[in-house]
């Protein structure tokens, strides 16, 4: 192989880029480059030739147009081993480029950020990068094109060693890691696009990266692997940073999604505490540490190695509560000092941290795999609005029995089908989920609230097909319901209401969770 000479240097992320250009230049290798990489190799002292002056074209439109151009494009594409293709660029007085070092316009991160209009986005799309990777990629037999930056120091050691040429072997990978690096460019604009113009496009394209290894899948003959979708809010879980404790588990980065969207919905300082993807444990309070005990006190089996989620940074009174039992995952927008030492002290505790935005939701699609394809849908996102709610006779819930109302409408929210959720004093008694029919939900969310269930309220996340739960939680003293209504059988349901002087608010909207 032929030793590289010329190199064209064009970079949005300009991390390692001088070390690289002054090993390039010790090496004698000319150096060719555009817009903002030339201007900081030439603040660095680095003597570039400016793409104009190769191209004899001045860039334009804001550097819109700098690298489209045949003096640049012949040069990366010539086959080395054809003499005809040579004695052409030649005649032309185009001479071969032969080390592209490419990355392309951060158009992920830009559509990360939730303020982020579609004007800015398109801003973003690259035009002359991308060809410049696949011209070079095509040509991999005489040049070698980079786009990660983590590959610098080992190009630049097989090129002392190999006399200023990296061997045949390098450049395929190279051009593969380029392909798939524009494949993945391409994908994430495509789905971006396709998702602000189509709800469901004909072909839908996924873009994910590979955020960490887990320690397995949901069981331990399983492995897995975390991923992040391009485009997803910064404010998403697989963004969330491990502060302490072993790697994350399958169900732990699960449980902990599910403590977040819950913890997300409350506006005064909340606890949730989420086993096996349900909550066994939800409250709210003043403070953060009062929010604790009564979450735990909703069931205090099931809470023990939970994941735990908190809407407010975490105190030190917090963080002893916390310790008093095994908890598997913490996760919280901030901790204080003094609380961050203390959970360290649990050396298997998990200890993640993430912004919390209430009303920030991801505008990515809900994806459920199936057996040969994947099931699609909008996320369940978001405040229901409350204000249009019926209800049952000419009885309404005092103020503070809305309040406990819609706390447990939330918490049903994020219970799996069938949840039957019982609410008092802004804490969960009682949680009965995942269970086939609605008989054995309120079974189960009674057997846990005991004696704490009278003067309780209750969310069903859907409606009551038969009136047998209605009356069996009357009979342990529940006062008021909110469920969506719709059943065929709701006026039993209503009669039921009706002669026991309850509260019971239909939304008009479900919220199941499969």
Known sequence: MARIERALLSVSNKAGIIGLAKELKEMGIEIISTGGTEAKLREEGIDVIPISEVTGFPEMMDGRVKTLHPHIHAALLADRGNAG????????????????V??????????????????????????????????????FSGVAVVTN??????????????????????????????????????????????????????????????????????????????YQEIGAPSTSLVLAEQWHGKELSFNNVLDADAAWSLVKEFPLPAVVMIKHNNPCGVAMAEKLSVAWQSAYACDEVSAFGSVMAFNRPIDEETAELINSIFVEVVIAPEYAEPARKLLQNKEDMRLLSLPLEREVYSTLKDLKRVDGGILVQDYDAGEDDLSQVGFVGDRKPRDEQWEELVFAWKVAKHTRSNAIVLARDRATVGIG????????????????????????????DAFFPFPDSVIMMADAGVEAFIQPGGSMRDEETFKVINERGLVMVLTGRRHFRH
């Open 433 to 460: 989920a995942g269970q086939m029919n609605r008989l054995d939900s309120a079974y189960l969310a009674l057997r846990t609230a005991g004696d704490k269930a009278k003067g309780s309220v209750c969310a069903s």
């Open 85 to 100: 293709h040579m004695e052409e660029i030649a005649q032309k007085g185009i001479k071969p480029i032969d080390l592209v």
């Open 149 to 226: 930056p983590k590959r610098y120091s080992s190009i630049l050691l097989e090129m002392r060693r190999g006399g200023g040429d990296l061997s045949l072997e390098t450049r395929r990978s190279l051009a593969a890691e380029g392909f798939r690096h524009t494949a993945n460019y391409d994908a994430a604009i495509y789905a971006y696009l396709s998702k602000a113009f189509e709800e469901f496009p004909e072909t839908l394209s996924l873009v994910l990266k590979k955020k960490a290894e887990l320690r397995y899948g949901e069981n331990p003959h399983q492995k897995g692997a975390l």
């Open 102 to 139: 490419v990355n392309l316009y951060p158009f992920a991160e830009t559509i990360a950020r939730p303020e982020t209009t579609l004007e800015d986005a398109v801003e973003q799309i690259d035009i002359g990068g991308v060809t410049l990777i696949r011209a070079a990629a095509k040509n």
